[in-house]
């Protein structure tokens, strides 16, 4: 008899028997390990879940491109303020066709329950939604007739779609039984979920009938589980594990996705000594980051020095080419890093810090190897200066809750996005979204939020730039998104969406 390990294998005489009593679907098991948090909202893990069964107007294929959801077309009028979509005609699982009325329903639900992807999208009112100042129904969502949608903008979004795209703008329904659109349902604990198809027969861009979503903090047995052959697919959520695959699975088994993001420590920014934005700023200058990256190989792990990823440089050379800081103090962006620590510790003596009056750092920082061997890179590059860095190893949701409590110095992250918003990324830095504040960037992301693309360039170079005086985190290096992929499995392409819909992979039945 098979092993019931042997995943992604098409099961025929099994599924001859299930369809004579309606038990299964037709197609593969697909067996992906996920290395970092089970728990988290915003967890991995739970994304990969919500992208099998939780279906969306445009969905994200596996090379991060939009693609047909449950709309079949659309098109942009009104100069890019409008998008206009036609709804397929599918059926909720009651066996009732879904209406436009019933998007225009989700949606109000995701303003008022603050997806970021709603708040983000454009869609007029949704922000005003989602502080509370204005009712749902003032949402820039309409339905003329019952098969098309209309989607009203605060200005022309060319990031739109990938937006729509996103798990948090599903289509759903609400009351004591709802019905479902979703291909998969999902069962099982969060540290090993089981989706399968509701489906009998598997459709070209469907065809896994099982998907098992495993999670785990232990990458070592991961990577060990993967070379016997145990699982398909191992992604680790964050850096942590990447020394684990590179050294414990074949070279050709690694996929490397480069984020929209940044790795970097976040600084309490509102008290303590991070508090003084001269700092901050001597930090952030005393780093060698060319070293610091040099030392993994990737050519995806990329230096950062401000504040957006090198995926939007583009702003950020104006930031750059601005000084980036004050304007009484040179642009260390175009000094070597000598020159650079000895303005660093000039920063530091006029806010009290000197070697007679070090000053001492706590770093949050996930358990891993990875995040260690930067840390005391990092430290050693402070020491430099006369600052002393001690690091405290706690699980991530730790982290997240000391860090909304105001209860630390720094604190890894690893923030990304799936969609390349310049905009988005510099609205984690807004008042009450963390540990910084800076009223003049509020007003500059608004005024950003209504302009056309065109326009908006110059003012979140803007808003970057103040928040470059005084730095809410020391950017150190593009974070990214590493996976170990099977032989037997395809459909896997690395980008910087780091999306891989788990649905749309097949596999060719290769050990």
């Known amino acids: 008899m098979m092993a019931q390990n042997r995943s992604f294998t098409v099961v025929a005489l099994a599924l001859l028997v299930a369809s004579c009593g309606n038990a299964g679907p037709e197609g593969a098991r697909l067996s992906v390990t996920v290395v970092g948090d089970a728990a988290g909202p915003d967890s991995l893990s739970r994304r990969l879940e919500a992208e099998a069964t939780q279906p969306t107007l445009i969905a994200s294929d596996g090379a991060g491109q939009a693609v047909a959801g449950l709309a079949t077309s659309w098109r942009f009028v009104d100069d890019g303020r409008s998008l206009i979509l036609r709804l397929r005609p599918v059926k909720w699982s009651d066996g009732k066709l879904l209406t436009s009325s019933e998007v225009v329903s989700a949606f109000r639900r995701a303003a008022v329950r603050r997806e970021p992807a709603m708040v983000f999208s454009g869609l007029a009112g949704a922000p005003a939604i989602a502080a509370g100042r204005a009712s749902p129904s003032r949402l820039g969502v309409l339905a003329p007739i019952s098969r098309v949608v209309e989607l009203r903008l605060e200005a022309a979004s060319p990031l739109l779609l990938g937006w729509l795209a996103q798990p948090g703008m599903t289509i759903d329904r609400i009351g004591k039984s709802p019905a479902t659109l979703a291909v998969y ?262 005024e950003a939020m209504r302009v056309p693309p065109a326009a908006r360039g110059p003012l979140l170079a803007q808003a970057a730039a103040a928040l470059s005086d005084g730095p809410p985190m020391i950017p150190l290096f593009t974070p990214i998104r590493w996976a170990l992929v099977a032989r037997r499995v395809d459909g896997w392409v690395p980008n910087s969406a780091a999306s891989h819909p788990l649905a749309r992979l097949t596999g060719d039945g290769r050990r």
């Open 185 to 446: 349902s999902a069962t099982g604990p969060a540290e090993k979920r089981q989706l399968k198809r509701r489906s009998m027969v598997a459709a070209p861009d469907s065809r896994p009938a099982e998907i098992i979503i495993a999670t785990t903090a232990d990458s070592a047995a991961a990577v060990t589980a993967f070379a016997r052959g145990d699982t398909d697919i191992v992604i680790g959520e964050g850096l942590a594990g990447l020394g684990d695959a590179r050294t414990g699975a074949r070279p050709d088994a690694l996929r490397i996705d480069p984020l929209w993001g940044i790795y970097g420590y976040v600084a309490n920014s509102l008290r303590g000594p991070l508090a003084d934005p001269r700092v901050r700023r001597a930090l952030t200058m005393a780093i060698d980051r060319p070293v610091l990256t040099a030392r993994f190989g990737i050519a995806a792990i990329a230096p950062v020095v401000g504040l957006l990823p090198p995926s939007l440089e583009t702003i950020d050379a104006v930031v750059a080419s601005a000084g980036g800081a004050a304007a009484a103090e040179p642009n260390w962006r175009s000094l070597g890093i000598g020159a650079r620590r000895v303005e660093a510790e000039r920063l530091l003596a006029a806010a009290g810090w000197n070697r007679a009056h070090p000053l001492r750092l706590v770093l949050l920082m996930p358990p891993g190897r990875d995040h260690r061997i930067i840390a005391e890179s990092v430290a050693n590059e402070w020491a430099s200066i006369g600052v002393g860095l001690a690091v405290s190893e706690v699980g991530v949701g730790d982290i997240d809750r000391r860090v909304e409590r105001g209860e630390f110095d720094l604190a890894v992250t690893e923030a990304s996005l799936p969609v390349g918003d310049a905009a988005a990324f510099l609205a984690r830095w807004r008042c009450g979204a963390g540990p910084h504040c800076n009223p003049a960037v509020d007003a500059l992301l608004n």
